[in-house]
Antibody, heavy 121, light 110 residues
């Protein structure tokens, strides 16, 4: 079964760093792009960026460029989303997702269960 | 890149058909046939319903259909059922390997 399993909920203080993960299984992790999507409480979905684990080619939304870092370790089939200094406005649910087909990134078909990040002093 | 414009809410009675619009620009929806639609129930991850404007993934009811005209894509749900009550988001390629979601539409089954 193809699945993406994300790390658990996090509660952090402003200014702290954080790295959340997304582990893929049941498919060839290196050959599929992985994307990250933010959903702030009560709000809509926002595309953050994507990474190709095979060569770490990464693309960011202009809205998130420089604010987060997307990475992947293909040896353990895991993608990451990290912050160096969290803000209260980073409080949101974060989803990872995988496209339908290998090598292309035009539509997410497989989704992780989401990781809730709460940033509060 | 601004979010694609969707109506905040659409409602219909069981058995009726409803259509959700998704308006972009000539640089995104109008140029690429790479519009998808996602359904999201409260507290759940999104689910792909339509991709590449008109295609349905395996397992999605044929009551869901997609289309596009100019800069506007549409999702039609026919034979509306209680289980269709959810939020719906369109999604489009906008160039330079980046994408954008729509603002989201809450569908209510009366």
């Amino acid at each position: 079964e193809v699945q993406l399993v994300q790390s658990g909920a996090e509660v952090k203080k402003p200014g702290e760093s954080l790295k959340i993960s997304c582990e893929g299984s049941g498919y060839s992790f290196s050959t599929y792009w992985i994307g990250w999507v933010r959903q702030m409480p009560g709000k809509g979905l926002e595309w953050m960026g994507i990474i190709f684990p095979g060569d770490s080619d990464t693309r960011y939304s202009p809205s998130f460029q420089g604010l987060v870092t997307i990475s992947a370790d293909k040896s353990i089939s895991t993608a990451y989303l990290q912050w160096s200094s969290l803000k209260a406005s980073d409080t949101a649910m974060y989803y990872c997702a995988r496209p339908r087909l290998p090598g292309i990134h035009n539509v997410f078909e497989v989704w992780g269960q989401g990781t809730m990040v709460t940033v509060s002093s | 890149q601004s979010a694609l414009a969707q109506p905040a809410s659409v409602s219909g009675s069981p058995g009726q058909s409803i259509t959700i619009s998704c308006t972009g620009t000539s640089s995104d929806v109008g140029t690429y046939n790479l519009v998808s639609w996602y359904q999201q129930h409260p507290g759940k991850a999104p689910r792909l319903m339509i991709y590449e404007v008109t295609k349905r993934p395996s397992g999605v009811s044929n009551r869901f259909s997609g289309s596009k005209s100019g800069n506007t894509a549409s999702l039609t749900i026919s034979g509306l059922q209680a289980e269709d009550e959810a939020d719906y988001y369109c999604y489009s390629f906008v160039g330079s390997s980046t994408y954008v979601f729509g603002t989201g539409t809450k569908v209510t089954v009366l």
